[in-house]
């Protein structure tokens, strides 16, 4: 089963690689690799706002951490044209707006991880971080990065 098959039997319609807020570029290759910079997590269309452990809750987050995935792989579809390309998703990191005594930070990272997961198969299976930190741009509860491997 494609790549593709396996959206559409999610539910999933890829996004269009959004605009940088700032001065950087969505996406780099070199060689097979291919880096992305980090997605901020969006409910409707609008920055997901919250704070883990302090206005939000972890279930709340891995939907949050989900749906930065779903960026990711509308990314991560523009800079390689096909993503039944991709050989294998290497790394993931995430950065989780969280209070200082919030701990399932890899429990929010999950959401990203299990959709990665039921999209590539075994070429999802990735390294990560996941990193608690106290404010993330405009508010964001969840911003994650993935590096990709392509065949």
Known sequence: ???????????????????????YVP????????FLSGHIAKQDGKVWTGQLGKTMQTAEGAQAARAVA??????????VGDLNKVKRIVKVM?????????????LVTNGCSELIG???????????????????????????ELIAELA
Do not use: W
């Not at 996406?27 to 291919?34: P, S």
């Open 118 to 144: 039921q999209v590539f198969g075994d070429k999802g299976a990735h390294a990560r971080s996941a990193f608690g930190v106290a404010q993330l741009p405009l508010g964001a509860c969840v911003e994650i």
């Open 70 to 79: 779903v960026d990711l792989l509308g990314t991560l579809h523009a800079a």
């Open 27 to 34: 996406f780099v290759q070199t060689g097979n690799l291919v």
């Open 1 to 23: 089963m494609s790549v593709y098959d396996k959206l559409q039997a999610l539910n999933i319609t890829l996004p269009p690689v959004a605009v940088p807020a700032a001065a």
């Open 94 to 106: 995430s950065l989780v707006n969280s209070s200082p005594d919030y701990t399932e930070h890899h």
